[in-house]
T-cell receptor, first 112, second 116 residues
Framework: EDQVTQSPEALRLQEGESSSLNCSYT??????LFWYRQDPGKGPEFLFT???AGEEKEKERLKATLTKKESFLHITAPKPEDSATYLC?????????????FGKGTTLSVSS | GAGVSQSPSNKVTEKGKDVELRCDPI?????LYWYRQSLGQGLEFLIY????????KSGLPSDRFSAERTGGSVSTLTIQRTQQEDSAVYLC??????????????FGEGSWLTVV
């Protein structure tokens, strides 16, 4: 069964304290791994898509990496405005239009 | 609008009533998804539409749930005889196409459903 597990469930950081969020997955044929940010009361906001092991993408203080078993979202020198829930999702299988399978998310709190 | 639009943003309904939730995808997007997010839970896939193809209904939790997409654009999710466990945020998403590098999936702000 295709599965996505995110850890930790919650993470508290001081402003400037870098850390990483983990997304491990077991899927039959990865077509893409997605990272989203979700603020309270809002819909998920797209951050990155990674397609193959070894791929990396960056956006401001965020960097996403991908291996054959997991993805990391590295947050460098976070600021309070980075506080949100970060969702990881995979698109699996070879059939067109396969829906995303989501993890439960990591809730990040950054204090000043 | 520029993004995925959902209405209503909030809905409170009595147990046993039917509700309709609407989604207007990004213009030109052929793929449309419905997800459900319950408190403390991850996003749960409900249904997927792609162009004129038959929808993938594999995620619908019961026959009280149905959805349609008219003219390849606007979609309506209908929940009949609502139950308290149906209380959740219902998220709609769309993407330009189902395959390839252009398949970034964009979400709306959600419809918050509370069944009392």
């Amino acid at each position: 069964e295709d599965q996505v597990t995110q850890s930790p469930e919650a993470l508290r950081l001081q402003e400037g304290e870098s850390s990483s969020l983990n997304c491990s997955y077991t899927v039959s044929g990865l077509r893409g791994l997605f990272w989203y940010r979700q603020d309270p009361g809002k819909g998920p906001e797209f951050l990155f898509t990674l397609y193959s092991a070894g791929e990396e993408k960056e956006k401001e203080r965020l960097k996403a990496t991908l291996t054959k078993k997991e993805s990391f979202l590295h947050i460098t020198a976070p600021k309070p405005e980075d506080s949100a829930t970060y969702l990881c999702a995979v698109q699996a299988g070879w059939q067109a239009g396969t829906a995303l399978i989501f993890g439960k998310g990591t809730t990040l709190s950054v204090s000043s | 609008g520029a993004g995925v639009s959902q209405s209503p943003s909030n809905k409170v309904t009595e147990k046993g009533k039917d509700v309709e939730l609407r989604c207007d995808p990004i213009s030109g997007h052929t793929a449309l998804y419905w997800y459900r997010q319950s408190l403390g839970q991850g996003l749960e896939f409900l249904i997927y539409f792609q162009g004129n193809s038959a929808p993938d209904k594999s995620g619908l939790p019961s026959d009280r749930f149905s959805a349609e997409r008219t003219g390849g654009s606007v979609s309506t999710l209908t929940i009949q005889r609502t139950q308290q466990e149906d209380s959740a945020v219902y998220l709609c998403a769309s993407s330009p196409s189902p395959t390839g590098a252009g398949n970034t999936i964009y979400f709306g702000e959600g419809s918050w459903l509370t069944v009392v």
